[in-house]
Nanobody, 125 residues
Framework: QVQLVESGGGAVQAGDSLRLSCVAS????????VGWFRQAPGKAREFVGV????????LYADSKKGRFTVSKDGTKNTVYLQMNSLSLEDTAVYYC??????????????????WGQGTQVTVSS
């Protein structure tokens, strides 16, 4: 049984940084791309960024470039989302998900096979 678990969310102030983690059980990330999405209340799920595990290549939503970084730790089978200079608009539930790499568009949620349960990030002023 595949399970993705996100952690690291919490309540922070505007301008702070936060690092989220995504750990998998039941699969290894080796043959997948691992993406991060977020969903704010009343809004659609939004693509944040993705890493192709085998190559380490990353891709980001245009609006996330520069502040958000997706990385991996092969020894821990873990993917991270580093978020800097957080603003109120970054308040959302953040999800990690996996999909096969190199086929289709990485920003489409429907392309992802497995999802975590999400971790809440709340940014206050």
């Amino acid at each position: 049984q595949v399970q993705l678990v996100e952690s690291g969310g919490g309540a922070v102030q505007a301008g702070d940084s936060l690092r989220l983690s995504c750990v998998a059980s039941g699969l290894t990330f080796e043959n997948y791309a691992v993406g991060w999405f977020r969903q704010a209340p009343g809004k659609a799920r939004e693509f944040v960024g993705v890493i192709i595990w085998s190559s380490g290549d990353t891709l980001y939503a245009d609006s996330k470039k520069g502040r958000f970084t997706v990385s991996k730790d092969g020894t821990k089978n873990t993917v991270y989302l580093q978020m800097n200079s957080l603003s109120l608009e970054d308040t959302a539930v953040y999800y990690c998900a996996v999909r096969r790499p190199y086929v289709g568009a990485y920003d489409l949620a429907r392309e992802y096979l497995y999802w975590g349960q999400g971790t809440q990030v709340t940014v206050s002023s």
